[in-house]
């Protein structure tokens, strides 16, 4: 599988960004999954579902299967989150993994700037970084794109991972 990253700070446009890329390259007939880091408390499940009363009540792993998806929620109960290899093998053979966020792994990644976020860049200080998709002119020594240029954004990773 080849993957490539969307990272950047909060509000710089990173999950927008990966949605256009998850769409363009299925448009392109590639078959693509993502890989997501939260840094916050998240649950995909919602308090009084048979699924949620089954977690509470202290299943280790709840499959839940329907016509249309299948989700499997694995808790933690205090032991160590996966590791990005991890988390990575267990997703199924696809053309392409997008992930968002991980910023210090070491894999290709572009990086969504904002100006608004009152950010600065990351690419300066991470060499995984191999271009930026901002919503300003920048002068950089990368690759610089507009931030809602999902085309050329889509070329470039294509490009760079000869898919």
């Not at 999950?15 to 590639?30: D, I, N």
């Not at 009152?118 to 060499?127: F, R, T, V």
Request: hydrophobic share 40%.
């Amino acid at each position: 599988m080849k993957i490539y990253g969307v990272t950047g700070w909060k509000n710089c446009g990173k999950t927008g960004l990966m949605e256009r890329l998850v769409a363009e390259f299925t448009t392109r007939g590639l078959t693509v999954s993502t890989l997501k880091n939260a840094h916050h408390t998240t649950d995909v499940d919602q308090p009084g579902t048979d699924s949620h009363r089954h977690r509470e009540a202290g299943a280790s792993e709840v499959v839940l299967a329907s016509p249309n998806r299948v989700a499997i929620m694995q808790e933690l109960r205090g032991a160590e989150v996966p590791s990005f290899t991890e988390l990575l093998s267990r997703l199924r053979p696809v053309d392409l993994v997008l992930v968002e966020g991980f910023k210090r792994e070491a894999h290709p990644k572009i990086e969504a700037y904002r100006t608004a976020a009152g950010q600065p860049l990351i690419a300066p200080e991470n060499s995984s970084i191999r271009a930026v998709a901002s919503d300003v002119q920048l002068h950089l020594d990368l690759p610089v794109f507009d931030l809602d240029d999902t085309k050329a954004i889509a070329d470039f990773i294509a490009t760079e991972l000869a898919l």
